[in-house]
C-alpha cells in the first residue's frame, strides 16, 4: 500500500510509476481549519405593553397610545431586528474522495463532506434595535417618540450550534504540467450546500432553534500536485472562498415575550413586554477552509499489474502467481490455492475497478 499525507490543503498521493487514475478516501485530521462568519438579522414584528397587572403587579408600567390620553395598559406596534453575529476559526471533520489520473491530465472530487464546527458550537453575540409607534407611559411618566430606533441590551448570547457542508454533485477536475518536473496543477468548482442552525435564547424564554438552508453555492478549489520520490503524491489545495447573502423564510415564528426596562428621563425606567413574530431571516456567510487530511487508496484486486487498465496481463499475472503459490492469490484466503480462488478473481475482473 503507498503511503499518503496530505498537507497545506488537500494532499493526494500515488505511486511516481502508476500513471492510471486512482481514487483515494480522505479522512480530516487535526490540522485542518475554516474561518467562518456568519451575520444573521431576524426581522420581527409585534407589540410591547407595559408590565403592569393589576394583582401581581399593581404598581407596574401601562403603555398607551399617542402623546397624551389614553387609558389602561395598550399594547403597541413594534419592530425589532435581532443580529446574531458568529465567527471564528474552528477545527473540522470530515472527508472527501479524490480520483487523479495525471496521464489523462484530468479527476475528479467526490463526496466532500465537512463538518465545521465539529461539535463545538459557535458563541455568537445577540443585540437588537428596536422601533415601535408614539406612545407615552404612565408609571413612570415618559413620552417615547414614534419611528426611532432604540438599542436594546438583551444581555443574552446566541449560538451557531450547526454547520454542515455537503458537496452537491461530482466536481470535474483539470489537470496540468507544471513547469517544475513532478509538480501538477489541479483546479475544480465545488457544488456545495451548506446548512446552519442558529440557536437565541431571549431573557425568560427557551431556546429557539432556525435551521438555515440548503444555502447552495460552488467553491473553488485550487491547487498542486506533488510527486515525492516512489512514496507518495501531495495536492496542495485551498478551498474557498465563499461569500454569499441570502434571505430565507422561516415563520412565522413566535419568539418568546422578552422583558426590557427603557431610559427615562430621570433614574426609573420603564417596564415593558416585547413579543416579537419573526418571518424572515436575513444571512450573510463568509467562509474558507484550510484541509488537511489522511487518505487511504482504494483498492483493486483485479488490477493485478497496477496500471490502472484491466486487460488480459492481469488475468496472466494472477495466473502465473497462483501457479507459484503466492499468497496474494489465494483469494478467499483459506491458505488453499484452488478453484475457488480462481472463481473469486474473475469475479472481480468482472465487477472492474472503482
Known sequence: MNAIRMTAGFLVMACVGVAQAQTIDFTLNAASSATIQTDAVLDTTGTLIGDYDAKSNPEGTLTQPGFFGGSGNN?????????????????????????????SMSG????????LLNGSPLSADLTASLVYDTFHTVAPAMIYPGGIELPIPLGQLGTLRTAMMSQADTAIAVVSAHEIPGVFDVSALVPIELYLEVEVTLMGGEPTVTPI?????????????????????ELSVSLGPLEDSQEIPIGPIELPAVPLELPTLGSETAGVLLTMTADSLFIDTILDVSIHADGVEQDCEADRNGDGILDFFDVSDFLNDFSALDPTADMNSDTQFDFFDVLLYLASFSAGCP
Open 75 to 103: 399594547a403597541i406596534g413594534a419592530s425589532a431586528d435581532l443580529l446574531i453575529n458568529a465567527g471564528d476559526t474552528t477545527q473540522p471533520a470530515g472527508g472527501l474522495q479524490v480520483t487523479l489520473s495525471v496521464d
Open 108 to 115: 475528479s472530487i467526490a463526496g466532500l463532506t465537512l463538518d
Open 213 to 233: 438552508g440548503p444555502i447552495p453555492a460552488v467553491l473553488p478549489f485550487d491547487g498542486q500536485v506533488f510527486f515525492i520520490g516512489e512514496e507518495s503524491i
